[in-house]
C-alpha cells in the first residue's frame, strides 16, 4: 500500500534500521520523529546490552506515540558488491541477510502476540538494494515464512510512499502467486493463496 507506515493501525511496524540501531535519517528518523524518544532510548540500552546487531537481525522496541504496539527495528544488509569477487555469491549472501531480516521481524512480532505487521521495502534506499530484487525478497520471504511456521499473524501489508515502489510490491506478488491470487479492494491488494493477508 502507499502510504506513511507511521501513520498506520497496525499491532507492528518495522523499521529498517542500522546495526546500531541508530535513528537518524531516513525512514527510521521520520519513526522516531513521529513516536517520540522512548523508540531511541529503548533502541540504546538494546545496544548497550548486547553489542551492535548483525545483518538479518531483529528487535522491538516500545512505539511512543505511533498506533501499533511495537516497532520491531530489522538490520538489513547493504547491497556493497565488490567486483573483485564472486558477484553471484555476494548477491545471494545478502538475499538471504534480507530474508532472514523479514523472518526475524515476523517472529519478533508473534512473540508479542501481534496479529497485523507493516513492512517497508528494508535495505532499499541509502543501503542501495536495488529495488526488484528487495520486493521480491521481501514477498518471498513472507511467504516463506507462513508456510514453514504455525503463524497467528493475519495481516501483513507492504507500505510505501513511492508508487514505484509499491508496483514493484505488486509485480512480485504476482510473481510468486499469479495474477489471481492478488486482487484490489479499496486501496489494498489483498494476497488470498496464503493463510496470512499480504497486502499492498
Known amino acids: 500500500m502507499k502510504g506513511d507506515i507511521t501513520q ?5 511496524i518495522v523499521n529498517p534500521a542500522n546495526d546500531k540501531l541508530d535513528h537518524g ?13 522512548v523508540i531511541q532510548e529503548e533502541s540504546n540500552k538494546i545496544v548497550r546490552k548486547r553489542g551492535k546487531l548483525l545483518d538479518g537481525q531483529a528487535v522491538s522496541t516500545a512505539p511512543g506515540r505511533l498506533h501499533c504496539k511495537r516497532v520491531i527495528h530489522a538490520v538489513g544488509p547493504r547491497w556493497d558488491i565488490g567486483k573483485d569477487k564472486d558477484i553471484e555469491k555476494q548477491c545471494m549472501g545478502k538475499k538471504l541477510l534480507l530474508a532472514d531480516a523479514v523472518s526475524q521481524s515476523l517472529r519478533e512480532a508473534e512473540k508479542w502476540a501481534c496479529k497485523s505487521i507493516a513492512i517497508p521495502a528494508i535495505s532499499s534506499g541509502i543501503f542501495g538494494f536495488p529495488v526488484d ?3 521480491d525478497v521481501i514477498v518471498e520471504a513472507v511467504q516463506v515464512y507462513n508456510f514453514q511456521n504455525r503463524t497467528e499473524l493475519l495481516d501483513v501489508y507492504l507500505v ?3 508508487d514505484g515502489v509499491c508496483s514493484m510490491f505488486r509485480k512480485a506478488l504476482e510473481r510468486y502467486c499469479g495474477h489471481s491470487n492478488v486482487f484490489t479492494q479499496g486501496k489494498f491488494s489483498h494476497l488470498t493463496e496464503f493463510q496470512q493477508r499480504v497486502a499492498l
Do not use: E, H, R
Open 25 to 37: 535519517g531516513g525512514l527510521a528518523k521520520a519513526i522516531v520523529d513521529a513516536g517520540g524518544k
Open 133 to 135: 530484487v528487495c520486493t
Open 8 to 12: 498506520l493501525w497496525v499491532d507492528a
Open 160 to 162: 510505501d510512499v513511492s
